[in-house]
Structures are given as C-alpha cells and as structure tokens.
C-alpha cells in the first residue's frame, strides 16, 4: 500500500511525523511526501520537509493530511480544495489529523458522514462543512473510508486504529509496544472535549 503525505506550510509537526512513525513500520508501506507545488514544506515548528509535486493519486493509497494553522487559508483557496476534492475520491482511504478535517470538509466530500477535529478549534472546523455530522465528543472517528482524529496526540491513536482495522490488532499493539506509547484503543473517550465546552 501507498501512503501519501499531502504537506503544505504550517502543518503541524505531530499531525504528520506522529502517524508515519507508526505506518512505516507496516510491512511493505511506501511512504512519499507531496504537494500540489513541490519543494520545501516549513511546519509551525520551523520543520522543513522536501515534497514531491502530485500530480495524481497512485491506485490502492491512503491519503494522509494533517492539520495546522495553515489550513486558515487553505480552506479558501478554491484551486487547493479543487486539486485536494480529486485526491480524495482517488484515494482508497482517507486519514485526517486535527483541522485537516476542515479541508476535506470544504470540499463536500465529509457531506453526511461522521467527523472530527480538534476541539479548540471545532466551531471553525464546523463552518467548513456544515453538512457534515460532527462529532463533539470523540478520540477519532470512523466513517467510510473517511479516519478523521481530533488534537494532535489523538492522530497517533487513531493511526494504531486504520492499522488494527486493516493489517491487523497484533501488527497494531506491537507497534505501540516497540515505540512505547500507550495506546487508547477507544474512539470515543475524549477527556480533552470537557477542557473546550463539549
């Protein structure tokens, strides 16, 4: 399986680095980093990463977009949401960390489907896409092909659950064993909901 990393500046690092972590340790997982333009990404944190132009969706891949304070903009930029709309529907599946959400939203595609995001910033991730059923209180959620994580951390948690779901619960656990992270298996525990108003 193909997994691409749709990047663009002021994505937040976790968002991305938390999930790949996990899925290049899936067997024959091939990773590439894009972007509709190419060349140098900077993350908030002054991260710069090298991107591939894109130019189409390869057959039988994920999709991965994380969040960050670049999607502000990016949710108004007609040609991005354009470009990003043919991604998705190409794609096999669909993974989204915190207000990366937010993008797939306005393109419609979430239109109907269960969705998350960060919870700080869930009444602007709503505005993207009102037709979409929000979910207030969740880690992660599930629908279709669509995996859509709400703050940072909860893309890594998330990420362990499309591994547990398709390649397996052992491949999952021994994941989280050899990167000694505690997993939350449940998708719908969000103490972090309360803390934001929900």
């Known amino acids: 399986m193909h997994l691409l990393c749709l990047i663009f500046d002021e994505y937040e690092t976790l968002d991305l680095m938390g999930p790949v972590e996990f899925l290049a340790r899936v067997p024959e997982m091939k990773i590439s980093y894009v972007s509709f333009d190419g060349g140098m990404k900077r993350s ?19 999709l991965l977009l994380p969040g960050g304070q670049g999607t502000r903009a990016l949710v108004n930029d007609s040609e991005f949401i354009s470009r990003l709309k043919e991604c998705v529907l190409a794609s096999k599946f669909c993974l989204s960390v915190c207000t990366g959400s937010a993008l797939i939203a306005r ?37 279709d092909k669509f995996y859509t994580a709400s703050g940072m951390a909860a893309g890594m948690d998330m990420t362990l659950g499309f591994i547990s779901d398709h390649f397996g619960k052992e491949l999952a656990q021994n994941i989280a064993n050899e990167t000694e992270y505690n997993w939350q298996k449940s998708a719908k525990i969000d103490k972090f909901a309360k803390i934001y108003g929900y």
């Open 44 to 62: 908030k944190q002054g991260f710069f990463i090298k991107t591939k132009k894109l130019s189409k969706m390869p057959n039988e891949s994920v």
């Open 107 to 143: 393109t419609g595609v979430l239109d109907g489907l269960k969705a998350t995001s960060n919870k700080r910033s869930l009444e602007w991730v709503k505005s993207c896409g009102e037709a979409v059923k929000w979910q207030e209180r969740a880690r992660w959620v599930k629908d």
